[in-house]
């Protein structure tokens, strides 16, 4: 008995022994990793970081043997790295690396593109950093690589981008920078870059584009400044663009368009400027476009067009003006691109704007008579005109046949009357009365389909012979005070102006909302 808890009590010893000699072994072999990688990051294989705690872990596609990677995908888990910490070295031991890209998994772990690691890669042809911090491009930033073709530091916080950022890189095609803040683009951030073909800028905060940015980016044919601040361009923020195919500056803040300010431009072929705020377009806004295709202007708050605006893009066969303030488009505006509208490729569109309703507008009748374009035929016989009573009213005596439609839109605008008679006038604020007796101002003046008013049929008021000319719109300002007594005078004249079906209407809506 006392042999066998002996023999037992051994084993256990045994046991233990070999547990503590394997501890101390591993502890050992550990302990020669870390002091390998601490001594000689240079002699760090990138594709084989065994370190946990390392900031940056890389994985090689195809093969992890040193020298022989072409893909890394890396990520960044920790943050203060300094810009030489040996870590950048490592990358060293992949000398043929193609295609490098950098994913940031932790805030504030890499604010600035490693050059240091960059420079060991003389094949490299696309670097790809994401979600970084990088607030600014220093100059060489990319090393002056030979090869590299295409960058994307995209969804970072760069803010500047310093003089020669982007230079001597004889292969770059492509520079995505699409969300960031940059403020400004200045005048040497693009040198010798002679083979860049696109460049996008889009989702930034620029305001200011230095005159001469992109004289050194003779090759670009798209440039993507979608989304930003800009405000203000003149005839020489695009200099240097000779090769320009499009350019996209929807999404701004630009007001006013000069004259030349796309001169330089002459192969532009899409010009795209959307969603600003222009108001203003000088008559030559557009000249040197020689071979531009397409323009949009949807979204601003254009009220006319100066009548040679098309002179200078007799190209032009896709224009989106939609969503504008046009009070008229003349025969003169669309004169010298008429007849490339008429192709089935072409494209017109005029929804949303404030026409009137008059003889300016007969071109219209042709166009979508002659037109072999589905776009523009459904865009033509949608286009709204309003109607003014008094000139409603002129018409009426020369057009029986407009009476019939116009009744049916009456109908309409008076179920809108009822429904805002319904509403418990006793206690309403006196703003809110006049939001409502505005709103049956604006019924007063009737929506029609331009293409349904007989070409012949659109009244040419004496004041709109020079036909560039905004008409003068009716607007009668109703005072506050005393709002049901001058209401009530007011519609009395406008009844008293219009047909008879009108007035009746009117009548009917006066007895509703001041007897309820
Ligand atoms: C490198 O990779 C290629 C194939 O991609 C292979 O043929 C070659 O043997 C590798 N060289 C080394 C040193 O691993
Ligand atoms: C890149 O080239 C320029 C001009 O030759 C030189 O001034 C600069 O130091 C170089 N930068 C790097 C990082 O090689
Ligand atoms: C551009 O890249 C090609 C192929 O990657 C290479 O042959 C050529 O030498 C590079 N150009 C320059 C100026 O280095
Ligand atoms: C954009 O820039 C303006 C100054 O030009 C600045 O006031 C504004 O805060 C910036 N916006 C953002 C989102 O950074
Ligand atoms: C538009 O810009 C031009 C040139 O800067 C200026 O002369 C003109 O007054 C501006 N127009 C408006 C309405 O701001
Ligand atoms: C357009 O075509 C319609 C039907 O083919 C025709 O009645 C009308 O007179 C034409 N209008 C113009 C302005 O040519
Ligand atoms: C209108 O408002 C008055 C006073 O606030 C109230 O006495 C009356 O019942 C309301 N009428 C309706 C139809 O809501």
Known sequence: MERRIARILYI??????????????????????????????????????????????????????????????????????????????????????????????????LGYVPTKALQYLQRLKSINIKYGNIVDVSSYAFANLTNLKEVSISQNQIETLQQYAFAYLPNLTVVNLEDNMILEIGKDSFFDVPKLQKLVFTKNNISAISNGAFQYTFNLLELDLNKNNIFHLNRHTFDGLANLRKLDLRRNRIYNLTEFTFAELWNLQELLLGKNELKYLSERAFDGLSQLRKLSLDDNKLASLPSGLFEGVRGLSSVDLRSNELHALTFDNIKPILDNLKPSGSNLQLEENNFVCDCRLQWMHILRNETKSQNTKDSLESVTCKMDPPIVSSAYNKMPDIIINTNQDLLH???????????????????????????????????????????????????????????FIVDPVIPIQNEMKTFRYQEMNAAHNTSFVFGIVLWSVCFVFFFT
């Open 413 to 471: 605008a008076n179920s809108n009357f009822e429904k805002i008679a319904k509403i418990n006038v006793t206690d309403k604020k006196s703003d809110e009365i006049k939001d409502m007796v505005n709103e049956i101002n604006v019924k007063k003046a009737v929506k029609r389909n331009v293409l349904k008013i007989p070409p012949e049929a659109l009244p040419c008021p004496a004041e709109t012979k020079k036909t560039t000319e905004i008409p």
């Open 12 to 109: 256990f010893i045994i046991l233990a022994l070999i547990n503590e000699m394997s501890i101390a072994v591993q502890a050992r072999d550990n302990n020669k990793r870390r002091s390998k990688e601490k001594t000689g990051g240079f002699q760090n294989n990138i594709c084989d970081i065994t370190d946990r705690d390392s900031k940056v872990h890389c994985y090689c596609e195809n093969t992890r043997e040193p020298r022989n990677a072409t893909k890394a995908e890396c990520w960044v888990f920790n943050g203060g790295i300094p810009r030489d910490d040996l870590i950048w070295q490592s990358f060293a031991s992949q000398p043929n690396l193609q295609t490098l890209s950098f994913n940031v998994r932790v805030d504030g772990a």
